[in-house]
């Protein structure tokens, strides 16, 4: 899957009061700021065109925008976010990716479905049954993707907050997961490079085209990456993970 555009959205100064349930202190707004400039001049180093959205100053956890939608290769599905309090963002989103797509799709209630919880492998999507996504989301977002021809899985997701937090599609045959997803059926017959007990965090990596992200303060996952002939290179995301957020939630890539 080869990535020629980004949406991503400059942190608002509300984003110390974002959703967490991570015990890593308060994000300092002005390290945040920093961070994702950072992170926009990787994805732009991947040859990625990246819209900058303005800040949300309604919205806290606007900045993860991963999770307001899930982009197919003809069109765009507008989420319907777990949570509450995110539910708005996704107004914004659907104006900027009807830019890019001429088919949008809605998640529509009782269904819920975060982005962070859908996970493309090839052709075939597992998508996360977790806190923030249902079963009629996930069900919902199944009929689109069986009219687009692609194939999909649920999975359970107990221990982190969504899918993807745990485990990262690296190619067709490859995944990186923590514990709780190496042992699942579902990943069954891939190979799995294993994320270290105390490296949790470092699970979510960001898969670019021939570049790989991972988070700065993993050296094991990074040692299992570079074993693997990855060329891995780190981005210091530690103020968005103080609001649980990994590299992939800070864009929606196409
Ligand atoms: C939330 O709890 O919704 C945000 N603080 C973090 C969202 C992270 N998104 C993701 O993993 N895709």
Excluded: W
């Excluded at 690296?170 to 997803?181: G, Q, V």
């Excluded at 105390?198 to 570079?226: M, S, T, Y």
């Amino acid at each position: 899957m080869r990535f020629t555009n980004a949406i991503v959205r400059t942190p608002g100064r509300n984003l110390m009061t974002g959703l967490t349930g991570a015990d890593l202190g308060k994000p300092d707004y002005v390290k945040a700021c920093q961070q994702h400039r950072q992170y926009i001049i990787a994805l732009e180093d991947c040859g990625l065109e990246v819209l900058v959205l303005e800040a949300d100053e309604r919205h806290p956890d606007a900045t993860f925008v991963e999770d307001t939608a899930v982009l197919l290769p003809d069109r765009a599905v507008i989420t319907r976010p777990g949570a509450p309090s995110r539910r708005g963002e996704t107004a914004g989103i659907r104006t900027t990716l009807e830019r890019y797509f001429t088919r949008i799709e809605t998640i529509t209630a009782p269904g819920t479905l975060d982005g962070g919880d859908v996970m493309q492998v090839g052709r075939h999507f597992f998508i996360g049954l977790s806190k923030r996504t249902n079963p009629a989301g996930a069900e919902q977002l199944r009929r689109i993707l069986d009219g687009c021809g692609l194939s999909s899985e649920t999975v359970p997701v107990t221990r982190h907050l969504h899918l993807k937090t745990g485990v990262t599609g690296i190619d067709e045959e490859t995944l990186l997961a923590t514990e709780a997803f190496a042992m699942q059926p579902a990943f069954a017959g891939r190979q799995t490079l294993p994320v270290p007990a105390q490296e949790a965090g470092g699970a979510n990596i960001l898969v670019i085209n021939d570049k790989v992200f991972l988070p700065a303060g993993f050296p094991g996952v990074r040692r299992q990456l570079l074993d693997h002939g990855l060329a891995v290179m780190e981005l210091d995301i530690s103020e968005f993970a103080k609001l649980d957020g990994g590299l992939s939630c800070l864009s929606l890539r196409f």
